[in-house]
């Protein structure tokens, strides 16, 4: 089965407080390594940058779920790609939420210090999701 990376970006809920995101990730954590599928997580507390990895089968089941859950709105893939080698492999999900570093980044990245990942090419959040895992240990 080809190996494929998807990057979506979402609205989150606005009932979806701290609580909900560290349920999110456990959950999203488990999920990921029974399917074998690996990634990155950038938020802020009202938007998600997400990359994930793994067979195109896996994520496009994967993403139809997240599509389905009422914790996220306006779901949009902004970068598909059937890839050679993982580049997140090192996280079931790798989580950055935004500080000052990432908004450094979404400078180098976009027109704002702002996270506006709607606002984003598929390969600038690529590019940027790429940089962030560079401060990230692994799991």
């Not at 990057?7 to 390594?33: G, Q």
């Not at 993982?86 to 704002?112: A, H, Y």
Request: hydrophobic residues 30%.
């Amino acid at each position: 089965m080809p190996l494929a990376r998807l990057i979506y970006v979402s609205t989150l809920c606005e009932n979806c407080d701290e609580l909900a995101l560290k349920n999110i990730l456990t959950k999203s954590r488990e999920y990921n390594k029974e399917r074998n599928i690996t990634g990155l997580l950038s938020h802020n507390s009202d938007y998600f940058l997400q990359c994930l990895e793994g067979s195109r089968e896996e994520l496009n089941h994967t993403y139809n779920h997240i599509i389905n859950d009422s914790r996220h709105s306006n779901v949009t893939i902004i970068y598909y790609k059937e890839i050679h080698s993982r580049q997140f492999g090192d996280w079931s999900m790798g989580d950055v939420p935004q500080t000052q570093l990432t908004s450094l980044l979404n400078l180098q990245f976009s027109g704002s210090d702002e996270f506006k990942p709607y606002e984003l090419t598929g390969e600038s959040a690529y590019l940027m999701l790429l940089e962030l895992k560079q401060h990230l240990p692994s799991e």
